[in-house]
């Protein structure tokens, strides 16, 4: 099994609402990683879980909380969003040394 | 980690051979050079990986020289299908694969 999964595919909440991004992955990857993707614009890096702890935050806002709670799963928590958090939200995950195999995303929209 | 420019965007036909190259001047000791491929509202799927000389796999050709400032991704017999951004980067293996993703190259494939 060398796939990503990320629930849901699309998301729009209020600029009020608490949400949740998930990201699973069955290869036994140590590392998993949250990208966040602007229309027409490279993925940038957000946060980088390595052995379940956290690793990097690309100095990302508060109101972005990622969780690993083990070595398969990665939640991005959502609250207080912006307009301009819109966007694709990629989740990855990779062994050492090898590629990083990408989920589809998820689409969020914050109205 | 080091920067990686590559051209903006190119076009082709189908069945030519579809060369890009990327520069990157400050590339460390321990650093690999690694091209993914993305289509529209999908993740980056890895393509080809490299350390120096040559890399080939089923899809892709790596050329790297001795110096390793640059690099040349090789597509041969470019189809329609390969219609998209091509990212060149450079990452660093320690525990995890850190990954600065730059503009890419948008690759146009006419019939």
């Known amino acids: 099994d060398t796939e990503v999964t990320q629930t849901p595919k699309h998301l729009v909440m209020g600029m009020t609402n608490k949400k949740s991004l998930k990201c699973e992955q069955h290869m036994g990857h140590r590392a998993m990683y949250w990208y966040k993707q602007k229309a027409k614009k490279p993925p940038e890096l957000m946060f980088v879980y390595s052995y379940e702890k956290l690793s990097i935050n690309e100095s990302v806002p508060s109101r972005f909380s990622p969780e690993c709670p083990n070595s398969s799963l990665l939640n991005l928590h959502l609250h207080a969003l912006q307009p301009e958090d819109s966007a694709l939200y990629l989740c990855?995950?990779?062994?050492?040394?090898?590629?990083?195999?990408f989920g589809p995303g998820t689409r969020l929209t914050v109205t | 980690l080091a920067k990686t420019t590559q051209p903006i965007s190119m076009d082709s036909y189908e069945g030519q051979e579809v060369n890009i190259t990327c520069s990157h001047n400050?590339?460390?000791?321990?650093?690999?050079i690694t091209w993914y491929q993305q289509f529209p509202s999908q993740g980056p799927r890895f393509i080809i990986q490299g350390y120096k000389t040559k890399v080939t796999n089923e899809v892709a050709s790596l050329f790297i020289p001795a110096d390793r400032k640059s690099s040349t991704l090789s597509l041969p017999r470019v189809s329609l299908s390969d219609t998209a951004v091509y990212y060149c980067l450079v990452s660093f293996s320690g525990g995890y694969n850190k990954l600065i993703f730059g503009a890419g190259t948008r690759l146009a494939v006419h019939p």
């Open positions: 990855a995950s990779s062994s050492d040394y090898y590629e990083q195999y």
């Open positions: 400050n590339i460390a000791t321990n650093d690999y």
